[in-house]
Nanobody, 122 residues
Framework: QVHLEESGGGLVQSGGSLRLSCAASGWNLGEWDVGWFREAPGKQREGVAC????????YYIDSVKGRFTISRDNAKNMVYLQMDNLEPDDTAVYYC???????????????WGQGTQVTVSS
């Protein structure tokens, strides 16, 4: 069974940067497309970025394009989310997950980690 663990969250000021990491155990992460999601208080969980296992396709939601970068290191069994120019609206718990379906919605992903809190102060 795949276990994912997110890390790298924290408190930063608006305009700051954080790098989130998603570590996998129990499976070869390189065989999976991996997504980053976030859930803000009172809001539904939403997809932020997704990277295919062969790096051929990368997707971002419009609100993070140009600010966030998803990448992976299959040799280390890791996926990253570099977040620059952070805004207060980016405040949320961030999760990584494996794509098990054909879409980019929450229902198309599995093996969710526990999440890491990102808080951006204005």
């Amino acid at each position: 069974q795949v276990h994912l663990e997110e890390s790298g969250g924290g408190l930063v000021q608006s305009g700051g940067s954080l790098r989130l990491s998603c570590a996998a155990s129990g499976w070869n992460l390189g065989e999976w497309d991996v997504g980053w999601f976030r859930e803000a208080p009172g809001k539904q969980r939403e997809g932020v970025a997704c990277i295919e296992n062969n790096d051929n396709e990368i997707y971002y939601i419009d609100s993070v394009k140009g600010r966030f970068t998803i990448s992976r290191d299959n040799a280390k069994n890791m996926v990253y989310l570099q977040m620059d120019n952070l805004e207060p609206d980016d405040t949320a718990v961030y999760y990584c997950a494996l794509q098990s379906g054909v879409g980019l919605g929450v229902a198309d992903f599995t093996s969710w980690g526990q999440g890491t809190q990102v808080t951006v102060s204005s």
